[in-house]
């Protein structure tokens, strides 16, 4: 009743002006009603509330209900499945106790962000993964695209990246995608992200989740707040383990019990804490830039059928055991016979004339009239597909094929001793021939374009010279860093938090 005279008082003032025969002491009456919650038990209760909406009153959601928030799938393809713009930033702070052995102590504590930001309609994506241990490494790897324009940033330092050769980088970098669809690199960028194996969560129940890990449930200390003007609801959570380990859990939820954040800090029985949290993004929170001033590096292009790094071809090979060697597994029961090069080192005696320089001054490669390894003297063919693989797409006139000769690994030190424009899809470069295949006649490089090349000197290697960025695919800076060992750092880190706060065992 006092919803329908609240309504009609509105009507009223609306046509006052026109009927013009409206009693002010009735109109005072109804506009004095104060609109509110008069429920006693809801946490908005008015007391002065003289009239009541539906909806006015907000109810402390159960613990379940945040706990099922919490539990919620919060990849970015769930995510986007929801609304075509989100995204989410986690941060956790893990300590390393002895996992680094001799390099590490108790106190060291290990530091991983993500940052993830889709904005679907406009072709815009941001991904940064960050991960560190002061004083020992730092690793961060951002890319972003917006529409065109790519950006790539890759840091990578500290004292474990130099102590396993690898070396120090801050670069940053800009290429382009013509033919923009950034889920095609968003989904394996975050293939092994910590975030979404904190999300690939199998269990039906968060809360039962807690209880298995021995939690004291029913004597933990429960409080919920609310933010009336977002409607929004915050459940405030401590309790304990019985071997003295602590959580304090913060969730967050909307006016539809869907998770807005989390935060967690897990203390155990040593006073060592794990900090982890949580933020979703949607809307207008989703804010993606560019810088298209950075300098500029080629796609990268990736073949299927591309030989070793000396492009010779496993059918080249013949039947002797040519080829890279993997140094690891010539050790043997047997002592190996040994030959020593021209400047004193000395090298197992199947690695001469193998078609590697193992001796650093490249004599254990040398012509040789009683041998019959002139294998790498036949020209030869190479028949290879762009990669299903391939994320970036760029006009074909861009590039051009080249045939180098090279006395170092970067391709900008090499000679170019043929060169053709890929403007044109077939020709000749010397005494060999190339034909281009544009297999989905877009003119751009992309997944499933062919490349046959004939007759090619055993003497040469073969690359695409990108001119757009003045630089050489197989160096794209695009490509993430190589740091030995740091895929299996990442690999341990979800184990290592879920193995945090399980009861310590006295051997």
């Known amino acids: ?50 009239t009541e909406l539906v909806g006015n009153c907000i109810y402390a959601a159960s613990m379940e209900a945040f706990m099922d928030a919490m539990n919620q799938e919060i990849d970015i393809q769930s995510m986007l499945n929801q609304s075509t713009t989100a995204g ?47 004083m020992v490494f730092s690793s961060t790897t951002t890319m972003t695209q917006v529409g065109e324009v790519v950006n790539v940033h890759h840091k990578l330092d500290g004292m474990l990246v130099t102590d396993m050769g690898a070396e120090t980088i801050d670069d ?3 290429t382009r995608d013509m033919a923009p669809n950034v889920m095609d690199w968003v989904i ?38 609310f933010d009336l003007e977002t409607n929004s609801q915050t459940m405030d959570l401590s309790t304990a383990m019985d071997n003295g380990s602590m959580m304090n859990l913060s969730v ?9 954040s989390y935060s967690m800090v897990m203390t155990d029985e040593n006073g060592s804490s794990m900090h982890m949290s949580y933020v979703l993004m949607w809307g207008d929170a989703v804010v993606i830039t560019v810088d298209p001033t950075l300098s500029k590096t080629a796609i990268p292009v990736h073949w299927d059928g591309l030989p070793d790094l000396n492009n010779h071809d496993d059918d080249d090979w013949g039947d002797d055991d040519h080829g890279d060697h993997d140094h690891d597994n010539d050790d043997s ?48 063919n190479l028949s290879l597909t762009v990669a299903n693989n391939q994320t970036f797409e760029a006009p074909l006139s861009d590039f051009s094929i080249q045939f180098l000769t090279c006395n170092s690994d970067v391709r900008s030190e ?86 945090f706060l399980l009861p310590r065992r006295d051997d």
């Not at 690939?200 to 933990?220: C, G, H, K, P, V």
């Not at 040994?338 to 650093?360: H, L």
Request: aromatic share 6%.
């Open 252 to 260: 967050k939820i909307d006016e539809n019990s869907e998770l807005m």
């Open 414 to 499: 090499c000679s170019v001793e043929e060169s053709a424009s890929l403007t044109v899809l077939m020709g000749q470069m010397g005494n060999s021939s190339y034909v281009y295949i544009d297999v989905d006649a877009d003119g751009m490089i992309s997944a499933g374009d062919t490349l046959e090349i004939t007759n090619m000197s055993s003497n040469f290697d073969f690359d695409l010279y990108d001119a757009w960025s003045g630089s050489y695919v197989s160096d794209s800076k695009v490509n993430g860093p190589n740091m030995p060992g740091f895929g299996g750092i990442l690999a341990t880190i979800s184990m290592l938090a879920a193995a």
């Open 1 to 50: 009743m006092n919803r329908i005279i609240v309504v009609l008082a509105s009507l009223l003032i609306v046509t006052t002006p026109l009927a013009g025969c409206l009693d002010e002491a009735a109109l005072e009456d109804l506009i004095d009603d104060i609109v509110g919650c008069m429920d006693n038990e809801a946490k908005n209760f008015d007391e002065n509330a003289t």
């Open 88 to 134: 989410y930033s986690m941060s956790m702070t893990t300590p390393m106790g002895d996992e680094l052995g001799d390099m590490g102590d108790a106190t060291m504590m290990m530091n991983i962000e993500e940052t993830v930001m889709v904005n679907m309609s406009a072709n815009a994506a941001h991904v940064s993964i960050a991960m560190s241990i002061p």
């Open 333 to 380: 029961d047997n002592e190996p016979d040994m030959w020593m090069c021209d400047n004193g080192e000395e090298i197992p005696e199947d690695w001469v004339n193998d078609g590697v320089e193992d001796c650093s001054d490249g004599s254990d490669e040398y012509d040789n009239d009683n041998s019959d390894d002139d294998w790498d003297e036949e020209p030869r």
């Open 188 to 225: 394996p960028m975050l293939a092994d992200s910590v975030a979404s194996d904190m999300g690939d969560d199998d269990s039906e129940d968060a809360e039962d989740d807690l209880i298995d890990e021995e939690w004291d449930m029913d004597s933990a200390t429960i409080s919920v707040s």
């Open 172 to 174: 940053k970098y800009q």
